[in-house]
């Protein structure tokens, strides 16, 4: 096996040509080579940057494996004694390194070809540079690109998932048969919902199959690693660039706020958000959409009066063919509607769904009070008991649950005694002998009418995601005919008047007439007080044509957008949002679309007229006439802007109460550790002198004294830097500039540190540059600036190693540079030195607080500058403070 740091001597200098600057060094391993050693090759600690081997012959570039490759070929239980050249790719795509080609030329032909690795030959055919994907990125990778990008727009939506307790087998063949980079491992939550606990990748795979384990043994949970970092859809693909780039990934995980997996995206996704035509096709559609949407305007306009009056003339027969108008889902709600009696409507429906389920009982509780209701249909199998006609009474629906239904709440439950719910709801649902329970709503003109409800009683039964979507659909087209049948039978009511008037229309002809009149203003007054309903509700309802343009709209729907009914008639959603979320929104539109499939609470943003963005929840179903024909879409938005201001508000909240705990924490550790050493000095002199101060000479009490009083200075000096670090936090912390020798003030507090140290002392130079040293400044904001850098340099410079001063001035700013040659700041203190009470591991028994970075750091802001530093661990450490000083000649 060879690796060559770089290509013989006789080979071209790929430096000298542009594709040497896209490429690496490759890895070369001998066609003779068997799997058995270039698995271990792929499987090494280098396979994180290399996913690939070339084989050669006689040097010649003949074929090419990749870990993909290597997977599929574990897979399918190939001999690891085989020679490679058996199974290696040998039609390759490679290129000639003295071809003049442009990176984005490379890209293309990489997509084109559908492949992610194109080594680079000499004019004899030998490899001497490999282009990846990883190599494309360095140099392809503008962030103002990027950053105008969210990774909603490239991820893949589908995503292969594997539980803890799978092999490793079962997930190699996942990732040989989907030809995918990692497959995700989640954890199924007692809610149904599954969250991501980790992920295996491809490397993963080969560097256990390297130390020759049984993959069927060896559970997923022993291969996979742990997720550090997740995408969200909004996040940026500068982000997802960064974070693959830092942790070595090919690919990251994009997830829900809940940690449900909902896609990847991978280098290649990256790479190729990046072609220049698909930017362009995008603008030429966009424009076509926009004379498109122009024409249709214009078109609307002019059939706009007819179109009125259209719909006034056929309202009252819509509202009687609507159940026959909608295109029905499946032929279960076919039958349905087939009947316009209440009752056997329901018997339809509840002993058609427990038999294609096969559960043993199906029924409708319909709800007489706010707990109270009455089970008025039911199929049930022996041995279960019946439950038709009974009464339930349930306060603790009544207190947390009933408002949620109203407005579309699923209740899936696969075990009540495993499902987190109520003592009082578990207790109730026992009795009733229900193990496994799925409630959806029926509600009918935003009337929570009942429940349709499914039980398995004798054993838990997992709900599955279709089951819960078919009994959504249906409590849907039953609630439509329930009040298709509540209309039906006023009709009934209105014919039934209306024979008792033809009877006597000879004798109460001027009766009838007034009655008739009557009866016609009543109707006015229904369809006034539906519209008025309608107008007045809190929701958008709208209607969109077979275009997608709106039709019709509420008046809430200027309310939401700002905009006049004009401005919003005649056209669509995605004319109000911004490029990217319309890209998105159309794209999730249109596939339910072409379906003809009813959509719910899809979340998305529009731009209000006044440019502030809300947040909308959207749902609507189609619309079909009498044979068939797709006439639109008709449905309700909600704007749930302030609820979703309010879970960040307490996303922030939380993390703030955690950082406070952790500032707490970190004070009492604090405090424990530095106050009790001087109050322990004080103490013990204390009891010295009240036993034994009548052996002491009065020099000798004049030192115990003098221990006393430094112990209680350092005491007054903890509490003077906690005050201080106090009143930083609470913005007291104020700069009062005056007059002030900048050289003479840091002379004399030299001068005073070198005089306070005791034993061996470490040397201070000061050094001073500058026309004038008279500057505005706060003498006691800086005293505390420099007193706490350089004690800090004094206190951990074991070696008494000399310390820098330089001050400099200029016109425009003064630089305070403290630099000394301790024991330094480890790389991973670095970033939380200026927090509170935070000390740094390499410490040791040194005493401090924690609290002068912080102090010096807020002194600096109070005179609107800033601090920096610079070190090394075991080499030093530079502190810079820069300051807008104003200088006086």
Known sequence: MTNPASPPHSWPSPSANALGALGKTPVVMPATASLKSVLAQLGSPMAEENSYVLLVENETLVGLVTDRDAIRLLVNGVSLEDPIAQHMTTQLTHLAWDRPMGPLEVVDLMRQRHIHHLPVVDDQGRPVRMISVESLQVTLMPPHMLKLQAVRSRMTPYLATA????????????????????????????????????????QDVLRFQSRQLDLAQLPVQAVMREVQFCLQPSDSLWLAYQEMSQRRLPCLVVVTPQRQPLGVI????LLHSLDHREVQSSLSELWRTFRQSEHDQVELWKTHSAELERLVQTRTKQLEDQAKADRLLTSLTQRIHESLDMQDILSTTVGEVRQLLQADRAMVYQFGGQAKGEIVVESVVPPWTSLLGQVIEDECFAQHWAESYRYGRIQAVEDIHQAGLSPCHVEMLATLNIRANLVVPIVCDARLWGLLVINQCGQPRRWHDWEIRLIEQLARSVAIAIRQSEYYHQ???DIETRKDYEQHLQQLNDALEHKVAARTIELQQSETKFRS??????DWVWEMDDQFCFSYINPRATEMLGYSPSEILGHRFSDFMVADEAVRFSTILSHLIQQRQPFTQIETSALHAEGKSVVLEISGSPIFDAEGGFQGYRGITRDITERKQVEVNIRKALTREKE????????????????????????????????????????????????????????IGLLNDVLTVGKTEAGKLTCNPAPLDLKQFCQDLVEELQFAQTGPISPIELRCQGDTFQAMADEKLLRHILINLLSNAIKYSPNHQPITVALTCTADETVFAVQDHGIGIPAGDQAQLFEAFHRADNVGNISGTGLGMVIAKRAAEAHQGRIAFTSAVGVGTTFTVTLPLDLME
């Not at 991978?266 to 996704?269: F, L, N, R």
């Open 163 to 202: 539980c803890q307790t799978d092999s490793t087998l079962s997930v190699a063949k996942q990732l040989a048969e989907y030809q995918i980079n990692c497959v995700a491992v989640v954890d199924a939550a007692a809610d149904g919902l599954s969250a991501l606990v980790g992920v295996v990748l491809r």
């Open 266 to 269: 991978t280098q290649a996704d």
């Open 491 to 493: 009709l009934q009511a």
């Open 533 to 538: 309903l309608v107008e007045q509700t809190n």
């Open 660 to 715: 406070l705990s952790d500032l707490k924490t970190r004070f009492i550790s604090m405090a424990s550790h530095e106050f009790r050493t001087p109050l322990t000095t004080i103490l013990a002199s204390a009891e010295t002198l009240e036993r034994y101060s009548h052996k002491f000479t009065p020099e000798k009490q004049q030192a115990i004294l003098h221990r006393i009083q430094s112990s209680v200075h350092h005491v």
